[in-house]
Nanobody, 118 residues
Framework: QVQLVESGGGLVQAGGSLRLSCAAS????????MGWYRQTPGKQRELVAT???????NYADSVKGRFTISRDNAKKMVYLQMNSLKPEDTAVYYC????????????WGQGIQVTVSS
């Protein structure tokens, strides 16, 4: 059973920074994609950023240049450094894990709230 546990969310003023962390546990294939999605009320979950075990990254246009995804494969951790935060970044952020081949998450964390005040 794979488990993903997020930490690091909270309340920050616009222009500030937050760093999200996600710890994965369980039986995980070495070759995979880990990432972050987010969701606001009334909207579908949207991709924020992903990074494969080989190092390839993908970012939503709305966060390019502001957010950076990184991972520690040995520790089974993925991080999201969020800088220059905007009120529109307010959402529940979900850690994800899945096979590279499909490009879609197979596992989701429980979600963590990020609130950016104006």
């Amino acid at each position: 059973q794979v488990q993903l546990v997020e930490s690091g969310g909270g309340l920050v003023q616009a222009g500030g920074s937050l760093r999200l962390s996600c710890a994965a546990s369980g039986s995980i294939f070495n070759i995979n994609a880990m990432g972050w999605y987010r969701q606001t009320p009334g909207k579908q979950r949207e991709l924020v950023a992903t990074k494969t075990s080989g190092g390839s990254t993908n970012y939503a246009d709305s966060v390019k240049g502001r957010f950076t995804i990184s991972r520690d494969n040995a520790k089974k951790m993925v991080y999201l450094q969020m800088n220059s935060l905007k009120p529109e970044d307010t959402a529940v952020y979900y850690c994800t894990l899945g096979p590279i081949a499909t490009g879609k998450p197979s596992y989701w964390g429980q979600g963590i709230q990020v609130t950016v005040s104006s």
